[in-house]
């Protein structure tokens, strides 16, 4: 789970001044001290920065998010399509013209003896530009697979910045999580439904049974009363056992059903529900396919 940046109420003075473009002398003799509270709030932009950002970033693999560039992406692939494609049509010119009747007699058919010079400079553009082709098509549909970003992480980010006056990260290139649509998650996790449940919801998310203690994890000051770290494990487990409980419960009570009722067709109505029931929820709320649910309700 990852730690829940919650927007705080800003708590700055009047009196904070705008980042300080001066360069100050920095001396190198003395023991570093730790910037108090008020230096941290006054200047996150020195003491915060891409140093304790890529700190929060990286504490989970939930708010690893990036852009995906989907539509400069579409427009690389077609402009090297498009600067192949003439490259082709040059290639192609060049055999016409040197295959004609009345043209001087050429080997066409050697590549080690090639004796037309400007065709050996096309191909070798060619090798070029569809060696890079090929890169970006293949790493376009590796990309394409990963999954949207969940706004609920994008959220816990942007609260972050929020907490610290949205001055640790240049305003510019924080920007990059308005592009909701584009951002995406650069590790993919396989949650079940009622993990996903948990995860979307702020109450279920932030019970105290899963929050590390004090002394399991270190929580920089400046951030300690905003950002909250959850156990993973703890939370996948409890998923885990809720549903092997359900699924427990929904195979035994059938036979205890099955043996107080008289008739077949009772029977059978009985079957058919437990069946469809366990078939909807091995199916929803566990990481699998259709079919690997029946496969599963039909064992």
Not at 13 to 39: F, I, K
Not at 157 to 179: G, M, P, S, T, V
Request: charged share 30%; hydrophobic share 40%.
């Amino acid at each position: 789970m990852p730690p829940v940046a919650t927007a705080a109420d800003p708590r700055r003075s009047s009196s904070v001044t705008e980042q300080e473009t001066e360069l100050s002398t920095v001396a190198d003799d003395g023991p570093d001290t730790d910037p108090t509270e008020l230096e941290v709030q006054r200047k996150p932009w020195k003491f915060v920065g891409y140093r304790r950002y890529a700190d929060f970033i990286s504490s989970d693999d939930d708010f690893f998010i990036l852009r995906r560039f989907s539509s400069l992406n579409v427009r690389v692939a077609l402009a090297l399509q498009d600067q192949i494609s003439v490259l082709e049509e040059q290639l192609g010119e060049l055999d016409r013209r040197h295959s004609r009747r009345d043209a001087v007699d050429v080997n066409n058919g050697s590549f080690r003896h090639e004796p037309i010079e400007e065709r050996e400079e096309v191909l070798a553009k060619i090798t070029k530009k569809i060696s890079k082709y090929n890169e970006v098509i293949l790493q376009q549909s590796m990309l394409r697979k990963y999954p949207q970003a969940p706004r609920r992480d994008v959220k816990s980010i942007k609260n972050w910045h929020f907490n610290h006056d949205y001055r640790a990260i240049d305003e510019d290139e924080q920007k990059y999580l308005e592009h909701t649509d584009d951002l995406i998650c650069v590790v993919q996790k396989d949650k079940t439904r009622l993990r996903k449940v948990i995860d979307n919801s702020l109450r279920l998310r932030t019970l105290p049974f899963w929050r590390y203690k004090k002394d399991e994890i270190v929580v920089p000051a400046y951030d300690a009363g905003n950002v909250s770290y959850y156990k993973d494990k703890r939370m996948d487990g409890f998923a885990s056992v809720l549903m092997v409980s359900v699924g427990v419960v929904m195979l035994i009570s059938p036979l205890w059903i099955l043996q107080s009722l008289a008739t077949l067709n009772m029977k059978l109505a009985v079957i058919t529900v437990f069946v469809l029931v366990f078939l909807l929820v091995v199916s929803y709320f566990m990481v699998t396919k259709p079919l690997e649910g029946l496969g599963a309700t039909a064992a």
